[in-house]
């Protein structure tokens, strides 16, 4: 340009479509080798970077911008990036959009979208949709949001709604009686569509396809194994991720405060710390991790200070389950809704349980063996909450006496791992099969252990950490149901933890 071109002639050179800022941080990356990419110089800095073919900032800019996709700004990185031919930033964000669809429907930035790329969006196979009553909501609030200009695209839309994949009362109450699509011919035309494909039976049902019978295929995020605090020796802050891809431990952002023997639940991809022992005080508090934002946060404090209590998700809220206040086990138990933000006290156990495990299988709580402080002894029995009844009731006691075990549940079978009866602690596993009403004994693991977190993923149950009634553990034990067999994780967490919170999540993009 300076000395062949045109410009070398002119006194005065205009770079056309270059922030003065931008060129300054490129004229000093020029020379240093070094430029510091920020939220405030990120969307100035890539476009200059493109065009004057700087293309490590260029490179390090889209970098910075993937590590901070979020619901709410998704779509408009996966316009910059598009306006820029990013197309790995593009790439990223569009699957990132696919993966995140519940959440990023509710930002305001989706209702910002026209017609078009609501469409494109709604359109993919690859939506990770709970249910597709999601994506039929999502239309009809983009359409009402401007309801005088966006009225004439909801049949456009509604053609990527698989109203046939929704329940048959779902159709009839909700989308027949929308008001919207009464009058409009084409949508009646989906409708009449979808509720035939519920009157087929059998292989007539199979044959019937349009675009809107073939069901979404959603690709799957990575998952990571979390295990939160625990002790070891004391109550630590400390969390770290397990990637089963790249069979590798991680750390990632500490807890706000010491915790052990807290119980571990995950709603809507946020990890809740419930409860537990601060090194010096039993705690009623709770505090939640955002895996995307790698933030914790506190959220609203239990009634009790629960410590080894028993804690698991059910109908989307959370239950807190028995433990130890510092002077008495507890019978007690209450849920939280997080819609609502509150703690309710339900109904009590028959039995004092600290040190006690819980697993749910088709829609019953199981607290599962313990510690009753008044009898002083481990306990082999087993109660079982219904949420419609608010009841709890007594079902067959387990072989072993156990407290501190860790439960599981795999395709419906509630397994007891580990635990001990006194100074026994004990290797054996046994499983409880909830139609049969009975418990029986399958492989004993490699290891005595207690206090152990217990998690299932993709058929198999995770038994990580605990201690040996000696020396805190940082191995994990993987068990295969199919097999009957138990196998070590090839690579052990970074300090040996019993008493922590064990979680599965999807790994943050």
Request: with cysteine.
């Amino acid at each position: 340009m300076f000395t062949s071109f045109e410009e070398s002639k002119q006194d005065r050179v205009t770079l056309q479509g270059v922030d003065h800022q931008a060129l300054s941080l490129l004229l000093d990356y020029v020379y240093t080798s070094e430029v510091q990419v920020t939220e405030e110089n990120v969307q100035m800095l890539l476009p200059a970077a493109n065009l004057l073919q700087l293309t490590d900032v260029r490179d390090a800019c889209c970098d910075f911008l993937q590590a901070q996709l979020h619901p709410t700004n998704c779509l408009g990185i996966r316009a910059f990036a598009d306006l820029h031919s990013c197309l790995d930033l593009l790439s990223n964000a569009e699957t990132y959009i696919e993966q995140h669809f519940p959440e990023v429907v509710e930002c305001e930035e989706f209702l910002t979208l026209s017609h078009q790329q609501v469409s494109k969006l709604i359109s993919s196979d690859h939506l990770t949709v709970p249910t597709e009553e999601k994506v039929f909501e999502c239309v009809i609030s983009w359409v009402q949001h401007d309801l005088e200009n966006r009225r004439q695209y909801l049949a456009i839309l509604m053609e990527h709604v698989r109203l046939p994949l929704m329940s048959q009362d779902y159709l009839v109450q909700r989308v027949e009686e929308e008001p919207l699509l009464k009058s409009d011919l084409q949508c009646k035309d989906y409708i009449i569509e979808a509720l035939k494909y519920h009157l087929l039976k059998g292989d007539t049902k199979t044959c019937f396809k349009t675009p809107r019978t073939k069901p979404r295929q959603p690709v799957g995020l990575p998952k990571v194994l979390l295990v939160v605090g625990g002790q070891a020796p004391k109550a630590i802050r400390s969390v770290e991720c397990y990637d089963f891809k790249e069979e590798k431990w991680y750390q990632v952002a500490e807890m706000p405060s010491r915790r052990c023997r807290a119980g571990l639940a995950v709603i809507s991809g946020k990890v809740y710390a419930v409860g537990g022992f601060n090194g010096s005080l039993r705690v009623r508090t709770v505090d939640l991790y955002d895996p995307v934002q790698d933030q914790w946060s506190t959220c609203t404090s239990m009634g009790a200070r629960r410590s080894t209590l028993g804690v698991a998700v059910l109908g989307n809220c959370i239950y807190a389950v028995g433990g130890f206040d510092g002077s008495t086990g507890l019978n007690t138990a209450e849920k939280f809704d997080p819609r609502t933000q509150e703690w309710t006290v339900i109904a009590s156990m028959s039995t004092r349980r600290s040190s006690v495990g819980v697993g749910v299988v088709n829609g019953l709580l199981f607290a599962v063996g313990g510690y009753d402080g008044a009898s002083r002894q481990c306990l082999s029995s087993v109660e079982c909450y219904n949420p419609e009844t608010d009841t709890w009731t007594p079902v067959s006691n387990m072989c072993s006496r156990r407290s501190g075990a860790g439960v599981g549940v795999l395709e419906g079978i509630l397994y007891a791992v580990g635990g001990h009866d006194g100074p026994l602690v004990r290797k054996s596993v046994e499983a409880y099969d909830s139609e049969t009403g009975s418990w029986s004994s399958v492989t004993d693991m490699a290891l005595c252990r207690r206090n152990a977190g217990v998690i299932a993923m993709n058929g198999l149950l995770y038994v990580v950490g605990g201690d040996d009634g000696s020396c805190n553990l940082a191995s994990v034990e993987v068990y295969n149901p199919k097999t009957d067999t138990w196998a070590m994780l090839p690579s052990c967490m970074g300090i040996g933890r019993s008493y922590a919170g064990v979680a599965i999540i999807d790994k943050p993009i």
